[in-house]
């Protein structure tokens, strides 16, 4: 269907249906039911084949895909339910897919985040940076976590504001991984 899609089950025996059409031609239509339970809703649809529902079958039952680590990894982190641990997997995968070379650098993702996303709320860097690229919120928010002061953490107040930031930005962070993946080669 053009994108990669997790979380199907089936909405009954079949994965697919065949559906007459005007001119009396058939086509088949596959069916998936999203986590929530609604028909998932396609504008144009694709035909398939008995080979090729066959192999879609397969594809979505598999648990995981190796030639797919990112998309994998990614749909991993939308099954979590605790918004800390979603944000640190998402971040993880946009720090994973910026790095150059064998350097992975938060700058690197600042500059990725800023190149699609340029209105996004940044401040300036806890260590200055040479590019003078300033930090995005997925990042200040990454490293209050990541690299919080000692005793800052254990704090409740200080982990349930952090929480509440991160759940309240990782719609955005969602949407820049997605775009990062797709990237990819």
């Known amino acids: 269907f053009g994108v990669f899609q997790k979380e199907f089950r089936y909405v009954s025996s079949s994965l697919s249906e065949e559906e007459t059409l005007p001119d009396g031609n058939t086509r088949s239509i596959a069916w998936c039911v999203s986590r929530d339970s609604s028909y998932a809703s396609l504008e144009s649809w694709k035909i398939l084949g008995e080979e090729q529902i066959k192999d879609l079958k397969g594809f979505l039952e598999k648990n995981n895909h190796n030639s797919f680590p990112y998309y994998d990894l990614f749909y991993s982190a939308l099954g979590l339910t ?104």
């Not at 938060?106 to 699609?116: A, H, P, R």
């Not at 590019?131 to 107040?157: D, F, K, W």
């Open 82 to 185: 605790d918004p800390i641990a979603k944000f640190m997997v998402l971040y993880l995968v946009v720090l994973n897919l910026c790095k150059t070379g064998n350097r992975e650098r938060q700058e690197d993702v600042d500059k990725f985040v800023l190149s699609i996303e340029p209105q996004v709320l940044t401040f300036n860097p806890f260590c200055p940076r040479k590019s003078c690229i300033p930090e995005t919120i997925y990042t200040n928010l990454r490293n209050q976590v990541g690299h919080a002061p000692p005793n800052t953490m254990i704090q409740s107040t200080r982990i349930q504001s952090t929480r509440e930031e991160m759940e309240k930005n990782l719609g955005g962070l969602i949407k820049i991984t997605r775009e990062i993946i797709s990237r990819q080669p």
